[in-house]
């Protein structure tokens, strides 16, 4: 492993990668030589990640600039179809760096695979796979996701998870196409999840919680007050609109918005899940 790069098995035998702030819990099923060539891959990857991004940061955190690396590419082009609204290749490193150690670790042998990079999860299924996917909310459904279906990423944002939101969404669930999709539909849909200007919400500069910030000056929130029943539909709502526009251009096969209690939802993946392994 690379300078300060962590691999080890977990007990029920998940592969645990960890380095700076990426810290991945990974799971093949298949045949058991095919399992272990395929950790051992995934963890040779993993080692020298964190140094090629960190390379790239500057470009990686701003609107514009040429990428080298193929993970900083990946970021680069899982954003570019939500723009002009302002978005970074930053809104797609977790599910973009999912893809690329799933990407390792998936081979001959291996049915059916996942990598779960803080929540957000990038899926390897060979035809008549399935896994099963919780979400972390109270109350949501686990989500199936099967080798028939189009997505093979999924992954969650809002103003309680690890990176700033402009938005007020406890959570925002998204199915796509690939993880890194997936994360920067999430970080847009929970940006638009927002009751601008309401007195229970307080906001702080990005750049005062965080100095480099890919955010710069822009308004994250820092917390949200008890709301009543119709203002929580009403920021639902406003997020659930972006959701369905991007349903309709095809960058999402599903979304699921969460606030104080109250959920609405999109697409048809966002169903009672059925039988399947779960991650």
Same mark, same amino acid.
């Given at each position: ?83 002009? &609204?302002?978005?970074?290749?930053? *809104? @797609?490193? #977790?599910? %973009?760096? +999912?893809?690329?150690?799933?990407? $390792?670790?998936?081979? =001959? ?63 925002? &669930?998204?199915?796509?196409?690939? *993880? @890194?999709? #997936?994360? %920067?539909? +999430?970080?847009?849909?929970?940006? $638009?999840?927002?009751? =601008? ?70 697409? @048809? ?11």
């Amino acid at each position: 492993m690379g300078q300060g790069a962590m691999a080890a098995l977990l007990p029920g035998g998940r592969l645990h990668l960890q380095h700076g702030p990426i810290d991945i819990v990974a799971e093949a099923f298949g045949d058991p030589f095919a399992v272990r060539a395929g950790y051992a891959r995934a963890s040779a990857r993993f080692a020298t990640i964190l140094e090629e991004l960190a390379v790239e940061l500057p470009v990686l955190r701003s609107e514009t600039g040429a990428l080298q690396g193929v993970i900083a590419q990946r970021m680069a082009a899982a954003v570019a179809p939500f723009r002009p &609204t302002f978005i970074t290749p930053m *809104a @797609a490193v #977790a599910g %973009a760096v +999912a893809e690329e150690v799933l990407g $390792a670790l998936q081979g =001959p042998g291996i049915t059916r695979a996942y990598v779960n990079n803080g929540g957000d999860i990038a899926f390897h299924l060979t035809p008549g796979e399935s896994l099963t996917s919780a979400i972390a909310v109270p109350g949501a459904l686990p989500v199936l996701m099967s080798s028939s279906d189009a997505a093979r990423g999924i992954a969650t944002s809002g103003w309680r998870g690890r990176s700033w939101s402009l938005g007020i969404a406890d959570a925002v &669930t998204v199915l796509a196409r690939t *993880a @890194a999709m #997936a994360d %920067a539909a +999430a970080t847009m849909i929970a940006n $638009a999840v927002d009751l =601008p200007g309401h007195p229970a919400i307080t906001r702080r500069p990005a750049c005062e919680m965080q100095a480099e910030s890919d955010l710069g000056d822009r308004l994250v929130t820092t917390g949200v007050g008890p709301l009543s029943r119709d203002e929580v539909v009403a920021a639902l709502e406003a997020g659930l609109v972006t959701a369905e526009a991007f349903l309709k251009r095809g960058l999402i096969e599903a979304a699921g918005l969460f606030l104080q209690g109250e959920a609405l939802a999109t697409g @048809a993946l966002m169903l009672p899940g059925r039988e399947g392994a779960s991650v």
